[in-house]
């Protein structure tokens, strides 16, 4: 096995998550240049909701984050959730009043996920999760396939495009509960309110959200 994974280093060297520099150490994801100088967010990337009461995250969604981020959406990079995880548990760790019961994902639609191959979302949600060794349990389905969100427009134009997508799987999983509901990427926030309002409304008691980067 030692030897495979040699051989496999040479012809497929490992390289940068965020970057794409070829890496010295194969048990390396990030390059000692983006580890000092990715657009890390300000106070967490904290921000407000209109619905859901606060979302943070570790990295503003620009540069190398957005380059990084669309490999991985869009060109197969399924591989670089595990450190996209180490960075949200980082991030959830450092904010100690970030009270929660339950771990949880906005999910693709399943014709999305078969064409993409997975759901980006939930990965995330997983390597999150076992970084501070918890669950992540599914709480809500797509089961409207809409158009792509970075397709649209405003915030207006984007709310309206998801309104009624999602259903709770289980309202009984989430009753009473405070839920940590983790995405990709924030930039209007509609999707993250339309996940809060279906998961308030089905009787969670608060919704606190994660995402790897935000709109800067």
Known sequence: MGFLSSLLDIFFPPKCVFCSRILSNPDDSICDKCIESLPYADDHGKQEGDVFDICVS??????????????????????????????????????????????????????????????????????????????AVETLIKHKDVQAQSELGDKKERSANIKDAYVVTNADLIEGKRILLIDDVVTTS?????CTKVLTEAGAAEVLCAVLARGD
């Open 190 to 194: 509609s999707t993250l309110e339309e």
């Open 58 to 135: 570790p990295l503003y969604y620009t540069g190398v984050v957005r380059r990084s981020v669309l490999r991985y959406k869009f060109h197969g990079a399924s591989h670089y959730a595990g450190t996209y995880g180490e960075f949200l548990a980082d991030c959830i760790r450092e904010i100690p009043d970030l009270k929660y019961d339950i771990i949880t994902w906005v999910p693709l639609s399943k014709k999305r996920e078969r064409s993409r191959g997975y759901d980006q979302a939930m990965l995330i949600a997983k390597a999150t999760a076992s970084v501070l060794v918890e669950p």
